[in-house]
């Protein structure tokens, strides 16, 4: 398996656009995780789901952040409208089973909002 | 909900020396504890892990112990080597699959 995979790995985009992040985690693992990695808030969990269900969205912003996860293979994370301060970079992450089991990240991708 | 706590936010150590980063949890049902590694501009990748029916887990110069009683556990890292020089994580996991992860500590090993 090539690991979990996040598209686009760069994304530069103006204030108020659309930026939708793309997440294909390892075939199997049935947990996928989407975090924000700032410097100044560090690892925060955004949302994560469970056979493709979302569990829990507690740590999702605002209302401008939204996920989906239409089937095993694959999710998004939606940001509209785009704001500066959303600039991090963003990583999925899946496992297997429930807790007890080792996360594997993605590549992330680095948002840039100007 | 959880929340993971990490000290120290950064160490600095003579190569050779060791290196010991402590982390707390709150929440008493998490049952997993993973460390992991980041380098600059790379993804966080796992390094050791121990579970809630373990007291301690080693793996060649590193080694986590765990203390269920006082919610923390740390990570040791000894005969620090220049490549050990990255960011560190603590986790944990509860029982439905919540992974939440404490604020990291760089560390930094001098020659």
């Known amino acids: 398996d090539a690991g979990v995979i996040q598209s686009p790995r760069h994304e530069v985009t103006e204030m108020g656009q659309e930026v939708t992040l793309r997440c294909k985690p390892i075939?199997?693992?049935?947990?996928l995780f989407w975090y924000r990695q700032t410097m100044m808030r560090g690892l925060e969990l955004l949302i994560y789901?469970?056979?493709?269900?979302?569990?829990?969205d507690s740590g999702m912003p605002e209302d401008r952040f939204s996920a989906k996860m239409p089937n095993a293979s694959f999710s998004t994370l939606k940001i509209q409208p785009s704001e500066p301060r959303d600039s991090a970079v963003y990583f999925c992450?899946?496992?297997?089973?429930?807790?007890?089991?080792?996360?594997?990240f993605g590549q992330g991708t680095r948002l840039t909002v100007v | 909900g959880e929340n993971v706590e990490q000290h120290p936010s950064t160490l600095s150590v003579q190569e050779g020396d060791s290196a010991v980063i402590k982390c707390t949890y709150s929440d008493s049902a998490s049952n997993y504890f993973p460390w992991y590694k980041q380098e600059l501009g790379k993804r966080p990748q796992l390094i050791i892990d121990i579970r809630s029916n373990v007291g301690e887990k080693k793996d060649q110069r590193i080694a986590v112990t765990l203390n269920k009683t006082a919610k923390h556990f740390s990570l040791h890292i000894t005969e620090t080597q220049p490549e050990d020089s990255a960011v560190y994580f603590c986790?944990?996991?509860?029982?439905?699959?919540?992974?939440?992860f404490g604020a990291g500590t760089q560390v930094v090993v001098t020659p």
């Open positions: 789901f469970n056979n493709n269900v979302p569990i829990d």
């Open positions: 992450a899946s496992s297997l089973g429930a807790g007890g089991t080792e996360a594997f």
């Open positions: 986790a944990a996991t509860d029982s439905w699959g919540k992974l939440q």
């Open positions: 075939s199997g693992h049935d947990y």
